[in-house]
């Protein structure tokens, strides 16, 4: 995807070693670093300069570009996950493949802004509302490629089987759109998309109330012969938890075990209610774990055991998932910080760590196995954290990596590179000119 061999110059950048002053980054035509070399302490003739901190690409394990569409309208008044559910439904109800790919550029383009190089899409809006296939079965899900390439960032496309409304039950007027009718026609249509340098195609679960247990291997056998990445909502909800329970004897992730769901390839997504059993069989069989933390509290969901997961084997990931905000510095922390509140004890993560699940443990769940470290041989995704806004102006260098992690925000990103493309300049997006604007006109497309 990059077009130029080009030379960047970071005033500070974070090394698999630790923050390092003046460090050159090389990029080759390819998209990939070539070479890195540190003791620089001024930009080399040619060199682009990064001011501030340098890091890797920050991974979005976990998204629903539509629900974009929803920021404000959520936090409006008190309700539940289900009335939330509802409020979503009525968006999804009015989504096109033309006022959808608008959408998705535009929250893509937010993604750049805030630092993010690639995006796991977690995506179910697979038809016509009401179920009728588009001409191209795949309209949808091309919509949202076409989308990330135009923002400038590298999408995993998990494209999500979605047939019931609970353990079984016909979906609902809203989820018919979702629905293939069997996983084997999911798997027929998905089988026809394509990846490219910017596009992996991952296959989902929806969750356990919305795959029949007997189609669920369907699903992990077409991840598993494509070696992709297989993503999987599992219980956000205790409600989920025990009508599962009660349809099948099982929890939900012994479920999903039972079926060949878990492995290291595939991530649970949330994973907030589990017993002591369900992370045992998460870690053992090196599932990952993606936290949406800002969606979960604004979903007042729980907060799920992120260290013991951790422990047990899960490398953990995260992700903006409902989009309430589009931060990973604020995913990484509220990680982090929820975890102090319920413990009482601080330090379960260093920023370093967070870092690294805000990175490259993200973007492994994705498929990108070569992203999320500044070094040579890795692709050329990283992006430049300011030092000198109100918010992180005053820390040495040394503590870059905790200023970044405890004190920016998604302003303080200054430049996003992907693939060697200097796709965020100076905090200006490069290839979508005026970015809120955008947003508020995809979204006035399809809001109520
Ligand atoms: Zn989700």
Redesign the pocket.
Known sequence: MSLTAQTYWAEHALLDTGVEPGVVIETAADGRITAVRRGTPAPPPGAVSLRGITLPGLANA?S?AFHRALRGATQAGEGTFWTWREVMYRVADRLTPDNYFALARAAYAEMALAGITSVGE?HYVHHLAGGARYDNPNAMGEALIAAAAEAGIRITLLDTCYLSSGFGAEPDKHQRRFSDGTAERWAERVSALKGDDNTRIGAAVHSVRAVPAEQLGTVAAWAQERDAPLHV?LS?QTAENDACVEAHGFTPTALLAHHGVLGPRTTA??ATHLTPGDIRLLGHSGTGVCM?PT?ERDLADGIGPAPALQEAGSPLSL?S??HAVIDLFEEARAMELNERLRSRTRGHWSSAALLRAASADGHAALGWDGAGSISPGALADFTTVALDSVRTAGPPPALAAETAVFAATNADVRDTVVGGRHIVRDGNHQLVADVAVELARAIAAVRD
Do not use: N, R, W
């Open positions: 976990h629903h977690f909502h956000e997504v949330h949406c969606t992700g998932d409902s």
